[in-house]
T-cell receptor, first 114, second 115 residues
């Protein structure tokens, strides 16, 4: 069964450094999402992306965050200057088309900011 | 913003027992999803519900989309040790346009099953 893949599985970065998290959504999916889960807490929506532009973003997704679909397969989340509170699991998800489709999640990237 | 209240926060049960958990919201959702998350992994879809009143089963799991569109429950029958994990409800307002598919998650229910 097709799946969403994320790399790396674990990223350790010094505070203030830039980090790029990568996702390969399910092929032929059209809607893409990033979510965040701080340890022990619920999953929180960050941003949705469709037709090469951001559809919606949450309050968490401030100017330090950006997303990009640089080619036909990858979907990236960049944090420009990481803060300690950015430490979390980051999940990518995708949906195929409008209508009754559930979001499929990757296994996430654990981001640790030192 | 939209909030989902999920209960209970945790459950400790004996193998073979049935389990029930639910989510409620102050606002309407047009899609309800139930996910299970194991440590270090992403949420795995268990059941998707798209119609008010819908009752759907997946093996030992049964979930219902509340008729008011503001609640959903998940039942697990005859629990087994591998049911251990965190269960999340998630809802989507799915109003089309910019909010399509954005999921709001509940706080999760931690399930422990004793053999």
């Amino acid at each position: 069964e097709p799946e969403v893949t994320q790399t790396p599985s674990h990223q350790v970065t010094q505070m203030g450094q830039e980090v790029i998290l990568r996702c390969v959504p399910i092929s032929n999916h059209l809607y893409f999402y990033w979510y965040r889960q701080i340890l022990g807490q619920k999953v929180e929506f960050l941003v949705s992306f469709y037709n090469n532009e951001i559809s919606e973003k949450s309050e968490i997704f401030d100017d330090q965050f950006s997303v990009e679909r640089p080619d036909g397969s990858n979907f990236t989340l960049k944090i420009r200057s990481t803060k300690l509170e950015d430490s979390a699991m980051y999940f990518c998800a995708s949906i195929g088309q409008a209508g009754n489709q559930p979001q499929h999640f990757g296994d996430g990237t654990r981001l640790s900011i030192l | 913003g939209q909030q989902l209240n999920q209960s209970p926060q945790s459950m400790f049960i004996q193998e073979g027992e049935d389990v029930s958990m639910n989510c409620t919201s102050s606002s309407i959702f047009n899609t309800w999803l139930w996910y299970k998350q194991d440590p270090g992994e992403g949420p795995v879809l268990l059941i998707a519900l798209y119609k008010a009143g819908e009752l759907t089963s997946n093996g030992r799991l049964t979930a219902q989309f509340g008729i008011t569109r503001k609640d959903s429950f998940l039942n697990i029958s005859a629990s087994i040790p591998s049911d251990v994990g965190i269960y999340f409800c998630a809802g989507s307002a799915d109003a089309g346009g910019t909010s399509y598919g954005k999921l709001t998650f509940g706080q999760g229910t931690i399930l422990t099953v004793h053999p």
